[in-house]
């Protein structure tokens, strides 16, 4: 059974400081707001670790995210970006973007679809892939209870289904209207589809695997578990986005490319979606799209 998390008191909600170069006076690093789930994880995985010579990505409480915010500033480390961070917690999803896009954050640690960025470019620097298209299989993630998404096994099974999705997130939405559904529900926050999935308002959502916690998710009064047999290609690639109108934005973007150059050719990218289980085994699953286009 997977990490639980019992309630929101639980988490770690201290800021969080990263510094690259020891320690720098609060007053000169750089703010990044994390999701709160995500941030408690991420310090659960790293502990007193220095997160830029992690190399080892099997341990406990990895997800996708997670292994994003240490991809990020290895990158970023590797590239010469010596300033340092404050991680702030907080529910924050596309928030971010418009934080970005304002110039009132440097960057985002958790990467986009490439979809999701493609009309941007004015506003924000967008690197080169993290996870390359075709890469990226998410779970389809129901509620404890519900036998029928448990019990499935083949594409078929979902006409007799109902999803739930942001039609914002161009690939989740569009890789979702693909599929052969009985319905799909438009909900623009995330936490909202979560609870609705796990009270059995809604079939599934889409979410990234998490092996290392046995595929289940639990936040709060929301528990959800993905199904053991398929999963769905969302093909397309993700990105980090820098922001142009942020002074450091330049510099960091510069050695945010570099950095990212260094660990693939190193093959520790790809090494570490895949030790955390992120790019999974299909041997072990059947993909229900597997030639899934995103236009």
């Known amino acids: 059974m997977g990490w639980i998390r019992r309630t929101k008191s639980s988490y770690l909600f201290f800021t969080f400081v990263l510094s690259f170069a020891g320690v720098l006076n609060a007053s000169e690093a750089l ?63 596309f928030r971010e973007s418009n934080l970005l896009e304002k110039g009132e954050q440097l960057l985002h640690f958790d990467s986009y679809w490439k979809a999701d960025l493609e009309n941007k470019g004015r506003l924000l620097f967008i690197s080169e892939p993290v996870i390359q298209k075709g890469q990226y299989f998410a779970g389809i993630y129901h509620g404890i209870d519900n036998q029928k998404v448990k019990q499935l096994k083949e594409e078929q099974g979902l006409t007799q289904l109902t999803s739930v999705s942001n039609p914002k997130w161009q690939t989740d939405w569009q890789t979702l209207e693909s599929l052969p559904l009985k319905q799909l529900h438009a909900e623009s926050d995330w936490m909202s589809q979560a609870r609705m999935v796990s009270k059995g308002w809604v079939d599934f959502m889409l979410m990234p695997l998490m092996p290392k916690l046995d595929n289940r998710f639990v936040l709060e009064d929301v528990e959800l578990i993905a199904n053991e047999h398929l999963v769905v290609l969302l093909n397309d690639s993700r990105h980090f986005a820098v922001s142009r109108l942020h002074p450091e934005g330049e510099r960091a973007f510069a050695a945010l490319q570099k950095g990212l150059a260094i660990l693939r050719e190193q093959g520790r990218i790809t090494s570490a979606y895949q030790q955390a289980g992120l790019i999974p085994d299909l041997d072990k699953y059947q993909v229900v799209n597997p030639v899934q286009e995103i236009r």
Request: hydrophobic share 45%.
């Open 31 to 93: 703010n990044v707001f994390i999701r709160d789930d995500v941030l408690a994880d991420y310090q659960r995985f790293v502990g007193e670790r220095d997160v830029t010579k992690i190399t080892d990505f099997s341990g406990q409480y990895l997800r996708r995210d997670v292994v994003d915010m240490v991809i990020a500033q290895q990158a970023l480390q590797k590239g010469g970006f010596d300033k340092a961070f404050i991680f702030t917690p907080g529910f924050v999803s």
